[in-house]
Nanobody, 126 residues
Framework: HVQLVESGGGSVQTGGSLRLSCATSPLSYCTYDMSWYRQAPGKEREFVSRIDSDGSTTYADSVKGRFTISHDNAKKLVYTAYLQMNSLKPEDTAMYYC??????????????????WGQGTQVTVS
């Protein structure tokens, strides 16, 4: 089991910025891919962005050019992924969740294939 700790949500006005963080403990011989999803009231959870272990990134069309995903995977004791959100719009209002996916050799990475979600952090844009 790998614990994910999210932070950084809040309330901002239209056009404002927020930075979300999702932190967890790195595992030796395992690689991490991290994604961000969001869920607005009454709607299904939707993909926002993803960063692979090699740093390659993917974005939903609705956030391209406004959101930037990054990660800090150089530290031995903590792995952190970030979602920098600029030019926020009311339609960005949602609960944001990070999702971790673990990969690696079955021999050396006991959590190969494991995935888990963060607890969620609320973003409100008015």
């Amino acid at each position: 089991h790998v614990q994910l700790v999210e932070s950084g949500g809040g309330s901002v006005q239209t056009g404002g910025s927020l930075r979300l963080s999702c932190a967890t403990s790195p595992l030796s011989y395992c690689t991490y891919d991290m994604s961000w999803y969001r869920q607005a009231p009454g709607k299904e959870r939707e993909f926002v962005s993803r960063i692979d272990s090699d740093g390659s990134t993917t974005y939903a069309d609705s956030v391209k050019g406004r959101f930037t995903i990054s990660h800090d995977n150089a530290k031995k004791l903590v792995y952190t992924a970030y979602l920098q959100m600029n030019s926020l719009k009311p339609e960005d209002t949602a609960m944001y969740y990070c999702k971790l996916e673990v990969s690696g050799s079955d021999t050396y990475c006991p959590l190969n294939g494991y995935s888990d979600w963060g607890q969620g952090t609320q973003v409100t844009v008015s």
